[in-house]
T-cell receptor, first 113, second 113 residues
């Protein structure tokens, strides 16, 4: 299996622009997680889905952030409008319900100027 | 609420030294416990896990024992290598079947030749 795929790997944008991050989970996995990693705050869970349904979005920082999972093989995390404080590495991970293991993608490094 | 606390880093060791990274947790019920490792520029990957009290997880020379009486899951390795330089995250999954992991803040390990 190819593992969790994220795109783009790097994104540089200007403040105020819309940013869309993409994730393809491992085939057959029914949980999908979005994390954000910064030096100041460490690794934060933003939102997670089960069977394409958002279960817990309490970690989403504010209304500028939104996430969707239109089908079992694709999810997006959108920031609109972006701000410099959104600069971070964003990870997607997936797992199977009865498994204790989350499989992480390589991350998207976002820089907002 | 449930939480994980790790020793602060960075931890700097010489090659072949003994490694301990402390991890303690707070949780209701009987959580599963994990160590994840993040190599530079990569996503997190599972290093080892333990699902019940007194279980020992092991992988690549690393070990950790689930100690319910002290609510701890310390990571150890008898002889570290330069290639072990990475960030190590302790995590727990609560006994409720949510699939959600709670991560500690991460501990950076630097191994010098």
């Amino acid at each position: 299996d190819a593992g969790v795929i994220q795109s783009p790997r790097h994104e540089v944008t200007e403040m105020g622009q819309e940013v869309t991050l993409r994730c393809k989970p491992i085939s057959g996995h029914d949980y999908l997680f979005w994390y954000r990693q910064t030096m100041m705050r460490g690794l934060e869970l933003l939102i997670y889905f089960n069977n394409n349904v958002p279960i817990d979005d309490s970690g989403m920082p504010e209304d500028r952030f939104s996430a969707k999972m239109p089908n079992a093989s694709f999810s997006t995390l959108k920031i609109q409008p972006s701000e410099p404080r959104d600069s971070a590495v964003y990870f997607c991970a997936s797992s199977i319900r009865d498994s204790n293991t989350q499989y992480f993608g390589p991350g998207t490094r976002l820089t907002v100027l | 609420g449930d939480s994980v606390t790790q020793m602060e880093g960075p931890v700097t060791l010489s090659e072949e030294a003994f490694l301990t990274i402390n991890c303690t947790y707070t949780a209701t019920g009987y959580p599963s416990l994990f160590w994840y490792v993040q190599y530079p520029g990569e996503g997190l990957q599972l290093l080892l896990k333990a699902t019940k009290a007194d279980d020992k997880g092991s992988n690549k020379g690393f070990e950790a024992t689930y100690r319910k009486e002290t609510t701890s899951f310390h990571l150890e390795k008898g002889s570290v290598q330069v290639s072990d330089s990475a960030v190590y995250f302790c995590a727990l999954r609560t006994s409720g079947n949510t699939g959600k992991l709670i991560f500690g803040q991460g501990t950076t390990l630097q191994v010098k030749p």
